[in-house]
């Protein structure tokens, strides 16, 4: 084993005043004496305090200069992040990581600690011998003309140039299939992605780990996507709370006349605390973690029936979001639909303060506040349409308090005569629960078209009815008859025929995180 061992005394005289100052021992020992590329590089790193006065907001970071180990997640544990070392104690965290390099022949893990006030107070820095080691890769990629999903005689796709590139750094190494669509790359041990694309084909990437013996590979490569498949996705209801159960109608239709397979959904792309993610059992066969996708035949319609809950965050934004796009896994040449639904979470509200300013000498110059500009803020997907109104005061401020959390409103602005707004008007405003959003505006003089703020009257009662009745909600009530991916003409069918018999069957609807999947 390697091991550094650095001690960091108080500076200046000997006197009882240096005597009390912290004093740190950094010590750091890889758990092997040398290793081959590809292996997991484990240290042991602990700091000692061996002075009489704690060690405050200590924390540790790797020097990406010179460096040649990339630590996991979890960096340096405690040290990641500022602590306290009571003098006498030592912290002891295990750092690992992958090599950075390939073809390095030595790994070097390096750093500082630094303190509270983000001065160094040690560096440290070990190495150890790398050993360089290959092994060959090889396969086959096939066309799968068929859409099956496996390699069958005579789908050998030739003139594909493919790329491994590694996990953990910039390597990379490429080769071209040759007859059948076979291939063989002697590289180092590690672990790899690959791609690749030719003659119209386009390799779906796959994670590899490249070992001696390893297994060979099958790739299959597709044509990119025209527009021959459509998808749409539907919650159920208009309004759930947070930790409520969702059901979610997804469509997905194929218009072409060949067959798809190993069709792939990815959710999530903004990352909002109102949004799902296909990470759950309740995707079934759009669920995040290696299931192979979704097949559809030529012309056909599917339907899935898929259930999720309501993230705590959705409530702040008054709102649950599902938005995917769909196709071939990390596949992004050719058309892939989007489809997405917003179903309301209420509860909270916000507030929105702002300020409408003039620059009479220039951005460069002072804001002046404007008064009595009046702001509407409306929600036009709620009807009647919900709105708080606000005007500015001699300073140009503006509050709107009390408004539920949403996306959906706009913010309409009517300057006095001889004013008009510099930019959008109406402008989007998003609200957030138990916070207030700021809103900078800009007026200038002039003249301009003042929008209306819209309305909308919910419907008459039922003639007849001695009371008010409460206004519908805007969609079906009834869970849609989905599941795993029934072909819809049957269900059309039997829709037909409860409708003549006098039954009715309402399907109740409303309006990106990527997974490896193997073919089946």
């Known amino acids: 084993m390697l091991c550094l061992l650095l001690s960091v005394l108080g500076v200046g005289l000997a006197s009882s005043a240096t005597a009390a100052t912290p004093s740190l021992t950094v010590t750091a020992t890889f758990d092997k004496a040398s290793y081959v590329p590809g292996e997991k590089v484990s240290v042991a790193f602990s700091v000692h ?3 009489k006065k704690p060690a405050v907001g200590i924390s540790a970071q790797d020097d990406f200069s010179s460096t040649e180990l990339v630590l996991d997640q979890t960096g340096f544990g405690a040290l990641a992040s500022p602590t306290t070392i009571a003098a006498g104690a030592t912290l002891t965290e295990t750092v690992s990581g992958n090599l950075q390099s390939l073809t390095a022949t030595k790994v070097t893990f390096a750093g500082f600690l630094v303190n509270a006030k983000g001065s160094g107070v040690a560096d440290f820095s070990v190495d ?9 890769l090889s396969g086959e990629v096939f066309d799968d003309a068929n859409a099956n999903g496996r390699a069958e005689p005579g789908e050998g796709a030739s003139g594909v140039k493919l790329t491994l ?3 953990y750094g910039d390597s990379h190494f490429s080769t071209t299939t040759g007859t059948g669509g076979q291939f063989s790359l002697s590289v180092p041990t590690a672990s790899y992605s690959i791609d690749g694309s030719g003659d119209g084909w386009v390799v779906i990437p796959a994670p590899v780990t490249v070992t001696a013996g390893a297994a060979t590979l099958s790739l299959r490569a597709v044509k ?12 159920t209801k208009d309004s759930y709370q947070p930790g409520d159960t969702v059901h979610i109608v997804a469509t997905l239709a194929n218009t072409g006349s060949v067959p798809l ?3 792939d959904a990815e959710c999530d792309h903004a990352g909002g605390p109102d949004e799902l993610i296909n990470s759950g059992p309740g995707w079934g066969a759009l669920e995040f973690g290696g299931n192979p996708g979704v097949r559809l035949a030529a012309h056909q319609t599917r339907t899935f029936d898929i259930t999720d809950k309501v993230p705590a965050g959705a409530q702040a934004q008054g709102q649950v979001v599902v938005e995917c796009d769909f196709g071939y896994f990390e596949v992004y040449q050719g058309y892939r639909p989007d489809a997405g639904d917003t179903a309301k979470v209420p509860g909270l509200t916000g507030s929105l303060s702002g300020t409408v300013d003039s620059y009479p000498n220039g951005h460069s110059g002072t804001a002046v506040g404007v008064a009595g500009v009046k702001v509407v803020l409306a929600d036009p997907t709620t009807c009647p349409v919900f709105t708080s109104t606000a005007t500015s005061d001699s300073k140009g401020h503006f509050t ?7 996306s959906s409103y706009k913010l309409y602005i009517s300057p006095p005569k001889g004013w008009k707004v510099v930019g959008g008007n109406p402008t989007n405003v998003l609200i957030i629960g138990k916070d207030t959003v700021r809103e900078f505006l800009e007026v200038e003089h002039g003249t301009a078209k003042i929008p209306a703020v819209p309305t909308c009257t919910p419907p008459a009662p039922p003639t007849g009815s001695s009371s008010p009745q409460p206004t519908p909600a805007a969609g079906p009530t009834t869970l849609p008859l989905a599941n795993s991916g029934a072909d819809t003409s049957a269900q059309a069918a039997l829709g037909a025929t409860m409708l003549l018999g006098g039954l009715v069957l309402t399907l109740l609807g ?9 073919a089946r």
């Open 49 to 51: 305090n061996s002075g």
């Open 128 to 136: 150890a011998p790398v050993t360089a080691r290959n092994a060959t």
């Open 165 to 167: 590139r590694y996990t």
């Open 224 to 235: 990119p996507l025209g527009h021959v498949l459509t998808a749409k996705l539907q919650f």
């Open 261 to 263: 397979f190993g069709i």
């Open 400 to 406: 709107i308090s009390g408004a539920p959390a949403g």
């Open 510 to 518: 409303r309006r990106r995180v990527r997974r490896p999947h193997a």
